[in-house]
């Protein structure tokens, strides 16, 4: 390696760890339905409303999802009449939330654990510009609300084709004609209670006319990679959600850009985690942190994995016990890597795939020294390695993380 693969300055997430994500986004786990998304959105009652990503039936997972979420969520609380609402969690949702009952005259207030707005988009500066250490791309791009505001604020926005991917490292077929079909009749044909893991794993003792090796790639660059959750947890009929390469762009500058402008004028009171949901006859007290507060009603958009760590007076429904039950997160994390000088093939796509040497490991990167002209990557690495990879400092893990893209572009 020349002096053009020293890192110049770097950035890394700790989703895993974080304890207000303690994930990736949603999944649906065996047994679970869309059906579970519907019934945790659902009020309870008439003061309370779950909101967020994991509520949406059809764009989960994703930042449009859990704005509409938000979205929807006000103007239900300004609908049943209530004047002053709490929503708890200052992310997408939170913020969608909160501009509906602005414009619709209701007084509302954020409570937002973090000291910063935005939850799992994270803008990060990294040597000198702003990149994404959350949420990167503006997905289903045509059909989407926030590409439209992002669009508005004349932000700009760089395609990636995720059906087009480098694929770095040792050579490896490319996906077969067919098999993509192939496995999703298979996973679409599963028992309701079925894992994706229990339907690759009867598949590779019989690939038929495709290679085991293909297949095993294939499920990795598509399913580990976009859930970042165990096959055998991940429900086969409906663990493989909408989303990935439907029209993604990513932001120059990153999604705080956006986030920046949907919370200005919000009250948002930062560094206040809630612990607890008294929902009365006559109102819904908040409480967190020494703080405590009566409202009309909540939203609450807190990430699906700490919902349970709210203690809620009464507590949730059954159905909606049952849905988070059902419902799961995964863990992806990511690297903003910055070098001294570029050294990996130009690809039209913009986006790059390493498998790396176990099962279930993978990795993507996308090409990001558009933003500024220094040669910079983004990875997203996902699967059993991630424990191993991204224990130690940032450090030592951006140093990793560069050492399998450099090792992975020397092939
Ligand atoms: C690594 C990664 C990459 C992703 N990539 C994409 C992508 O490219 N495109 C895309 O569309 N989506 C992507 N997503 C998903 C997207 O980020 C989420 O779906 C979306 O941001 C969720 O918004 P939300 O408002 O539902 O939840 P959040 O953004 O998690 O907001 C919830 C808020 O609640 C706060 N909170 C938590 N607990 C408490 C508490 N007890 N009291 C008060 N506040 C609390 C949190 O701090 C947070 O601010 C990605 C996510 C991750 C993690």
């Known amino acids: 390696m020349g002096t053009g693969g020293r890192l110049v300055a770097a950035a890394v997430s700790r989703w895993g760890d974080d304890p207000w994500a303690l994930g990736s986004w949603s999944l649906i786990g065996r047994g679970g339905t869309p059906g579970d998304r519907v019934a945790l959105g659902e009020p309870v009652g008439g003061r309370l409303r779950i909101a967020g990503e994991a509520t949406h039936p059809t764009r989960a997972g994703m930042t449009h999802g859990a704005f509409e979420q938000g979205i929807a969520a006000g103007i239900w609380a300004a609908?049943?009449?209530?004047?002053?609402?709490?929503?708890?969690?200052?992310?997408?949702?939170?913020?969608?939330?909160?501009?509906?009952?602005?414009?619709?005259?209701?007084?509302?207030?954020?409570?937002?654990?973090?000291?910063?707005?935005?939850?799992?988009?994270?803008?990060?500066?990294?040597?000198?510009?702003?990149?994404?250490?959350?949420?990167?791309?503006?997905?289903?791009?045509?059909?989407?609300?926030?590409?439209?505001?992002?669009?508005?604020?004349?932000?700009?926005?760089?395609?990636?084709?995720?059906?087009?991917?480098?694929?770095?490292?040792?050579?490896?077929?490319?996906?077969?004609?067919?098999?993509?079909?192939?496995?999703?009749?298979?996973?679409?044909?599963?028992?309701?209670?079925?894992?994706?893991?229990?339907?690759?794993?009867?598949?590779?003792?019989?690939?038929?006319?495709?290679?085991?090796?293909?297949?095993?790639?294939?499920?990795?660059?598509?399913?580990?990679?976009?859930?970042?959750?165990?096959?055998?947890w991940l429900s086969a009929r409906y663990g493989f959600e909408p989303g990935v390469g439907e029209g993604d762009r990513w932001i120059v500058g990153g999604y705080r850009l956006l986030v920046e402008h949907l919370a200005a004028g919000v009250d948002v009171r930062l560094n206040r985690p809630v612990t607890e949901i008294r929902v009365g006859e006559r109102g819904v007290t908040l409480i967190?942190?020494?703080?405590?507060?009566?409202?009309?009603?909540?939203?609450?958009?807190?990430?699906?994995?700490?919902?349970?760590?709210i203690g809620f007076a009464p507590a949730l429904p059954d159905r909606h016990r049952v849905a988070v039950e059902r419902l799961g997160m995964g863990r992806v994390e990511k690297v903003v890597l910055r070098f001294e000088q570029r050294f990996w093939p130009e690809h039209a796509a913009g986006y790059y795939r390493v498998h790396g040497p176990g099962e279930n490991e993978i990795c993507e990167w996308l090409d990001a020294s558009a933003a500024d002209g220094v040669p910079t990557v983004v990875g997203l690495f996902a699967g059993p390695w991630l424990g191993e990879l991204w224990d130690g400092t940032d450090a030592e893990v951006a140093e990793r993380a560069a050492g399998i893209f450099r090792d992975a572009v020397r092939g």
């Open 79 to 232: 609908e049943a009449g209530h004047r002053r609402v709490a929503v708890v969690g200052a992310g997408m949702a939170g913020l969608g939330a909160a501009r509906e009952l602005g414009r619709l005259g209701v007084a509302v207030e954020i409570w937002e654990a973090r000291d910063r707005v935005g939850g799992r988009t994270a803008g990060v500066d990294v040597g000198g510009f702003g990149f994404d250490l959350g949420a990167n791309w503006l997905q289903q791009y045509d059909d989407n609300v926030l590409a439209r505001l992002a669009e508005e604020l004349g932000l700009t926005v760089t395609p990636t084709d995720f059906t087009d991917p480098f694929v770095l490292g040792p050579a490896r077929s490319g996906v077969p004609k067919g098999l993509e079909s192939e496995l999703r009749a298979r996973l679409e044909a599963a028992a309701p209670q079925a894992a994706v893991g229990d339907v690759v794993g009867e598949w590779l003792r019989e690939p038929g006319r495709f290679e085991a090796g293909a297949i095993r790639d294939f499920v990795d660059a598509e399913i580990v990679m976009d859930s970042g959750a165990p096959l055998s």
């Open 288 to 309: 967190g942190d020494g703080h405590a507060a009566d409202f009309d009603a909540v939203i609450v958009t807190v990430p699906l994995a700490v919902l349970t760590t």
